[in-house]
């Protein structure tokens, strides 16, 4: 039986025992309140799943308890004990939220079956949940537009993929292609549907956290490890596992990765027996994996064993053709999403934007599209409502007298990028971002971290990457609380304004 955390609500002592030690016998976590006040204060720390409440109470009554708790937290399970087998009193807290209504006196071997089938309707409720967002979801493999020869072949792709339950797929492309829509008609088109998907950003999550997210950690395994946390590949099973910007991943977690998709085993931090991982692992990036694995900044093994099936996403200047399908679209949904009744574009403003680099690729398409009909009264987006995203945050384009790598930043959230005809490295961009924002913060690192919109890990872990660790910038580990247990799983990216030169 799995642990689940129960909360006990009742004045009498030797009732509060006697539950709390079978369920404590049976696995659970237990906590035990003797009041209302103390209940609602345990129910605030300790977060139960499921609460035994006593309707009768020294300073308020259960069913009010019932209210406020089901307020705070509507998938809470609680089920009613009373001494009293009043009928209005069971209709009052079901009316109220209640699961099950239990009478005084009873039976311990009744009480617990009575807690089994509560959790195993939680658990179907949980599972039933989960299988509705994702078929929700399934629309997102609409989203995945185009008619184009690079396009079909992305779509045959998913569908093999699909159909023949690969283990381990690689899905390679720009920022802004849709690799995670790709990912999402992988798992929402195969026999795994109906299991969770589950999303990891391996850039957004420092080193030190990295492996308690996905391997999760058992009770005592650390300072403020106050019970067992399943991790993502337990809380996946069946599913599918979504490694986005696995080339950020740290090198000793991709061994560790490496091992569970060679062994489909892992083990908790803190932890001594095996717990075995059915999962699907698709993997993304925008980074050029195979130069990384030759720099050493990335496993060779790992690479080839992530590069079973490759979907690569090709950049929207290659597929124009896709651009006026892609705007029709788009301007559907959004007509959907704010209530208006556009009918369609110009055909100046289509040309203009077919003949755009689009360095943000579909996803600054789309942005330039709902902007545009945010801006444009009438039911025909003219030329006119595209003009900022031409004139001064239409991208990035050539210009071959300047030398690579120029950057400059000119005012605040705007980034001037020199791109030169032969093209230009992203990660000596990235590099050279980094020194710009240690520069601009005296070399304070949470400040550039700040500045950047990540944590000060990733910048350290960048900045080990790039060969700047050891340039004298200052090291400020304390100014910060960056590295605890609890950083969100995902973080927002910077926001910049690209300008053409």
């Known amino acids: 039986m799995n642990s689940h955390r129960i909360l006990v609500v009742d004045d009498e002592k030797l009732i509060?025992?006697?539950?709390?030690?079978?369920?404590?016998?049976?696995?659970h976590s237990v906590a035990t309140a003797a009041s209302g006040t103390e209940a609602l204060q345990k129910f605030q720390n300790f977060r139960p799943e499921v609460v035994l409440l006593d309707i009768s109470l020294p300073d308020m009554s259960g069913l009010e308890i019932l209210a406020r708790v089901k307020e705070e937290n509507e998938d809470v399970t609680v089920i009613m004990i009373t001494a009293n087998s009043n009928a209005d009193e069971a209709v009052t807290a079901f009316q109220r939220g209640a699961d099950d209504f239990f009478g005084k006196p009873f039976c311990l071997e009744t009480l617990r079956h009575?807690?089994?089938?509560?959790?195993?309707?939680?658990?179907?409720?949980?599972?039933?949940?989960?299988?509705?967002?994702?078929?929700?979801?399934?629309?997102?493999?609409?989203?995945?537009?185009?008619?184009?020869?690079?396009?079909?072949?992305?779509?045959?792709?998913?569908?093999?993929?699909?159909?023949t339950d690969a283990k381990t797929v690689l899905i390679t492309?720009?920022?802004?292609?849709?690799?995670?829509?790709?990912?999402?008609?992988?798992?929402?088109?195969?026999?795994?549907?109906?299991r969770p998907f589950i999303e990891v950003n391996c850039a957004a999550i420092p080193e030190n956290l990295l492996e308690n997210e996905l391997f999760g950690h058992e009770k005592g395994a650390f300072t403020d490890a106050s019970r067992k946390q399943k991790g993502i590949f337990e809380l996946a099973e069946g599913g599918t596992v979504f490694l986005d910007e696995i080339g950020d991943m740290p090198l000793q977690m991709q061994a560790k990765l490496l091992k569970v998709m060679e062994t489909k085993r892992f083990r908790r931090l803190g932890g001594e027996d095996d717990v075995e991982a059915d999962v699907r692992i698709i993997a993304a990036t925008n980074q050029n994996l195979p130069k990384m694995v030759a720099d050493g900044g990335f496993r060779g093994d790992l690479f080839f064993r992530l590069n079973v099936?490759?979907?690569?996403?090709?950049?929207?200047r290659e597929r124009s053709e896709d651009i006026p399908t892609l705007v029709s679209y788009f301007?559907?949904?959004?007509?959907?999403?704010?209530?208006?009744?556009?009918?369609?574009?110009?055909?100046?403003a289509l040309g203009t934007l077919t003949g755009?680099?689009?360095?943000?690729?579909?996803?600054?398409?789309?942005?330039?599209?709902?902007?545009?009909?945010?801006?444009?009264?009438?039911?025909?987006?003219?030329?006119?409502?595209?003009?900022?995203?031409?004139?001064?945050?239409?991208?990035?384009?050539?210009?071959?007298?300047?030398?690579?790598?120029?950057?400059?930043?000119?005012?605040?959230?705007?980034?001037?990028?020199?791109?030169?005809?032969?093209?230009?490295?992203?990660?000596?961009?990235?590099?050279?971002?980094?020194?710009?924002?240690?520069?601009?913060?005296?070399?304070?690192?949470?400040?550039?971290?700040?500045?950047l919109k990540m944590t000060r890990d990733t910048l350290r872990y960048r900045m080990k990457k790039f060969g700047l660790s050891e340039s004298g910038w200052q090291d400020d580990a304390?100014?910060?609380?960056?590295?605890?247990?609890?950083?969100?799983?995902?973080?927002e990216r910077p926001t910049t304004t690209w300008r053409t030169l």
């Open 356 to 451: 755009h680099n689009w360095p943000g690729n579909v996803r600054e398409l789309r942005n330039s599209v709902e902007r545009a009909m945010m801006l444009e009264p009438s039911r025909t987006l003219s030329l006119g409502s595209f003009t900022d995203d031409f004139q001064c945050g239409g991208g990035v384009t050539e210009s071959s007298p300047v030398p690579a790598g120029s950057i400059a930043s000119d005012a605040p959230g705007t980034l001037s990028i020199r791109l030169p005809s032969d093209g230009l490295s992203i990660e000596e961009v990235e590099k050279q971002l980094i020194i710009l924002a240690l520069e601009r913060t005296g070399g304070n690192q949470t400040k550039a971290a700040q500045y």
């Open 331 to 348: 301007i559907r949904r959004l007509n959907d999403e704010y209530g208006r009744s556009v009918e369609g574009i110009s055909d100046d």
């Open 309 to 316: 099936m490759n979907i690569r996403l090709p950049p929207l």
């Open 16 to 27: 509060s025992w006697s539950i709390s030690t079978m369920l404590e016998k049976a696995g």
């Open 114 to 163: 009575v807690v089994d089938k509560a959790l195993e309707r939680m658990k179907l409720k949980k599972e039933v949940d989960i299988f509705r967002r994702e078929r929700r979801k399934k629309g997102d493999f609409d989203q995945l537009v185009g008619r184009s020869s690079k396009m079909v072949e992305v779509f045959k792709l998913i569908n093999v993929c699909s159909r």
């Open 478 to 491: 304390g100014d910060d609380k960056e590295g605890e247990l609890g950083v969100p799983r995902r973080t």
């Open 173 to 194: 492309g720009e920022s802004g292609t849709g690799k995670e829509l790709v990912a999402r008609a992988v798992h929402l088109h195969s026999a795994r549907s109906d």
